[in-house]
């Protein structure tokens, strides 16, 4: 009988993004997730008529075949990424966007829906205000929010406190991501020095890493983040499960040649985890 692979213990949740085969249609990404051995999928770029795959763009029928691709090859979504939903035109039709962006996750079967931010500083109190108020009809869908560290206002992980303690709401938090720490300082703020920052906060994470000068496509492990540091201090804060979704790897051109990047990304977090 041939042995068992290993897993890791059932509280983590060792994911991988589309944006890994941004170069091509997600369904690429999909058996690529599948074929590098993980089990959970995270639902963010590729190459298709919208460049994310939760727009306002988006249908709720291309939301549901979505979700069947993803059962189709054994995985679970863990996490979708979502674009921008208008606040910047109005508090109205940022509701009205943010609300779309929420059916259109829970139409993917993903009890996750990932935010980037409001990027200019002018916009952080109303871009909040509508995230506030989405929260309970989120929370009505089955659907939890987050946002992550992506520069502008929300760049650091005390930045991004500021932003999840304005909100005030349970289904709120912050998706860590520390390639994004060292990325938006430029390379001179270390996560596992801002981590603390995020205590009790932390709902999942992007395992992304980084190289100066300015590069975040490095294979998790490779690179300046020591991820073992970060986990451990993110672990006394209070997170510990929940889902770790890689999201880049070194560029590669072909398909395969990124499964084998990914398939290093989750050798390396079972490790981490074990």
């Not at 941004?22 to 599948?34: C, E, N, S």
């Not at 990027?119 to 989120?138: H, M, N, Q």
């Not at 304005?166 to 801002?194: K, Q, T």
């Not at 499960?241 to 050798?267: N, Q, T, W």
């Amino acid at each position: 009988m041939a042995a068992r692979r290993w897993r890791p213990p059932p509280r983590w949740q060792i994911g991988c993004y589309t944006r890994l085969w941004d170069q091509f249609d997600y369904r690429i990404g999909l058996d690529g997730i599948a074929e590098a051995g993980y089990q959970y999928a995270g639902l963010m770029s590729h190459k298709g008529k919208t460049r994310i795959l939760n727009t306002l763009e988006t249908t709720l029928e291309e939301a549901a075949a979505a979700a069947e691709e993803v059962r189709r090859r054994g995985l679970q979504t863990v996490s979708v990424y979502g674009g921008d939903f208008q606040a910047q035109k109005s508090f109205e039709a940022g509701l009205a966007g943010l609300r779309r962006l929420i059916d259109h996750c829970a139409a993917f079967g993903s009890p996750r829906l990932l935010l980037g931010g409001a990027g200019r500083p002018e916009l952080t109190e109303r871009y909040y205000t509508v995230v506030r108020d989405c929260c309970d009809y989120a929370a009505s869908k089955g659907v939890s929010l987050s946002v992550k560290p992506h520069g502008g206002a929300n760049a650091t992980g005390a930045q991004c406190r500021k932003v999840v303690e304005l909100v005030g709401r349970r289904n709120f938090g912050i998706w860590y991501d520390p390639g994004n720490i060292f990325f938006y300082s430029d390379g001179a703020l270390d996560p596992v020095e801002d981590a603390p920052s995020v205590d009790g906060l932390v709902v999942g994470m992007s395992v992304k890493d980084f190289r100066p000068p300015k590069e975040v496509l490095v294979t998790p492990g490779t690179g300046k983040v020591d991820f073992r540091q970060v986990l451990a201090r993110l672990r006394r804060g209070g997170f510990m499960a929940g889902p770790l979704v890689v999201e880049c790897v070194e560029r590669r051109d072909s398909p395969a040649g990124i499964v084998a990047e990914a398939r290093k990304a989750r050798l390396f977090l079972e490790e981490l985890v074990a």
